[in-house]
């Protein structure tokens, strides 16, 4: 397969509908989250679902966004990943009803469920499907959440910090370099640290399960220690980056995980490498888990911060333990 890459053509964004400030938040928790929320973590408002908007409403319209950036149309994708934690259903897939709306003809299609590491995981496969075998020229990649359905607003610890949306990814054959390398990481130790607990075969949910109110909504049992990132972060860029031969001073933009911006100033002064090469957005839109990346790819590349040429680094890590890491080039695709 040498002289064979796969390449982002196109990407696409998708806000939910309704904006919940700190202020309002603050409000009806009782106390001032701005401190913490929006000191430490960088958040002042969220984005969540308006009633009438799903995991899959927003996957939909990042897709479609992604496809009108990419020039494709529905009926040149050959697969369909969707990367979400919070599906429209428990069955079918997630990726069968973003496929049915988007009309896809003769894609194939499944979810990835891999914590808020889903879009890197899904974007690893993503480009060893193209490289791998010819029968796919273009993979549509989706990265989405709505986490804001499994939350206990007086949960302050849930509530202040998850939010909604999508961000989507046109992933095509070319003949020139686009991602590099990429690595994924795991530790299952962490499995029962966070999460949502009742729903799935372990725990129905019962008339019991949801008068409790508790393993139904989104819980932190136990606190990551901050080293996960803060030293895990490091360690796989710097394993990536060493497998293509280029160092973190080669790096033109990181987009991390955005879910806590002290974290990220930590890590980039470890890396010695400047805030202004790490584009952030959870400020306007809160965290997104597994379409955080996507989205923030998107912000930056509008924004100007995404050049053609640059050396692109894309990291996100979450509840599983799960982490990835992908490099790539970008190269804007020519009018």
Same mark, same amino acid.
Not at 23 to 27: D, G, P
Not at 167 to 175: I, K, L, M
Not at 178 to 181: D, P, S, T
């Given at each position: 397969m040498?002289g /064979?890459?796969?390449a982002?053509?196109?990407?696409?964004i998708?806000l939910a509908?309704?904006?919940?400030?700190n202020?309002?938040?603050?409000?009806r928790l009782g106390?001032n989250? #701005?401190?913490?929320?929006?000191g430490?973590?960088g958040?002042?408002?969220?984005?969540?679902?308006?009633p009438?908007e799903s995991t899959a409403?927003?996957?939909?319209a990042?897709a479609?966004? #992604?496809?009108?950036?990419a020039?494709?149309?529905?009926e040149d994708?050959?697969?369909l990943?969707v990367?979400?934690?919070t599906?429209?259903?428990v069955?079918?897939a997630?990726?069968?009803?973003v496929h049915? %709306?988007?009309g896809?003809?003769?894609a194939?299609?499944?979810?990835?469920n891999?914590?808020? $590491?889903g879009?890197v995981t #899904?974007?690893d496969?993503?480009?060893?499907?193209?490289? *791998?075998?010819e029968?796919y020229?273009r993979v549509l990649?989706v990265g989405a959440? #709505?986490?804001?359905?499994?939350?206990?607003?007086?949960d302050?610890?849930?509530a202040t910090?998850f939010?909604?949306?999508a961000? *989507?990814?046109?992933?095509?054959?070319? $003949?020139h370099p686009? /991602?590099?390398?990429s690595?994924?990481f795991?530790?299952g130790?962490?499995?029962?640290?966070?999460g949502?607990?009742?729903?799935?075969?372990? !725990?129905?949910?019962?008339a019991e399960?949801?008068? +409790?109110?508790?393993r139904?909504h989104?819980?932190?049992?136990r606190?990551?220690? &901050?080293s996960?990132n803060e +030293?895990?972060?490091?360690?796989?860029v710097?394993s990536?980056?060493?497998?293509?031969g280029?160092?973190?001073d +080669?790096v033109?933009?990181w987009?991390?995980?955005?879910v806590? %911006?002290s974290?990220?100033?930590t890590v980039?002064?470890?890396?010695?490498?400047p805030?202004?090469k790490?584009?952030t957005?959870m400020?306007r839109?809160?965290?997104?888990g597994?379409a955080?990346?996507?989205?923030?790819?998107?912000?930056a590349?509008? &924004?100007g911060?995404?050049?053609d040429?640059?050396l692109? /680094?894309?990291t996100g890590?979450?509840?599983?333990?799960?982490?990835?890491?992908?490099?790539?080039?970008?190269? !804007?695709?020519?009018a």
């Open positions: 040498t /064979v890459h796969a982002i053509t196109g990407t696409g998708a509908g309704r904006v919940v400030t202020a309002e938040l603050s409000a106390e989250i #701005a401190p913490f929320v929006e430490t973590l958040i002042r408002e969220r984005r969540w679902c308006l009438d409403t927003l996957a939909t990042a479609r966004d #992604a496809l009108a950036d020039g494709c149309a529905p994708i050959d697969l990943i990367a979400t934690d599906p429209e259903y069955s079918p997630t990726s069968s009803v049915g %709306r988007l896809l003809t003769r194939g299609t499944f979810d990835m891999a914590g808020c $590491a879009f #899904a974007l496969a993503a480009w060893k499907y193209v490289r *791998a075998d029968r020229q990649v959440y #709505a986490m804001s359905r499994y939350l206990d607003p007086r302050k610890k849930t910090i939010a909604d949306g961000g *989507a990814v046109v992933v095509e054959r070319a $003949a686009g /991602v590099l390398a690595e994924l795991a530790d130790r962490w499995c029962d640290d966070m949502i607990f009742a729903g799935g075969t372990r !725990e129905p949910i019962t399960v949801v008068a +409790d109110g508790y139904n989104l819980r932190f049992v606190k990551y220690p &901050a996960i +030293d895990g972060w490091p360690r796989i710097r990536v980056l060493s497998r293509i280029r160092s973190t +080669d033109d933009c987009l991390w995980t955005q806590n %911006r974290t990220i100033e980039m002064h470890t890396l010695d490498a805030m202004s790490a584009p957005m400020d839109v809160g965290y997104t597994s955080c990346l996507p989205m923030v790819l998107h912000d590349r509008r &924004a911060r995404v050049r040429g640059a692109v /680094v894309l890590s979450g509840a599983g333990l799960a982490m990835g890491c992908v490099a790539l080039e970008w190269r !804007e695709r020519a």
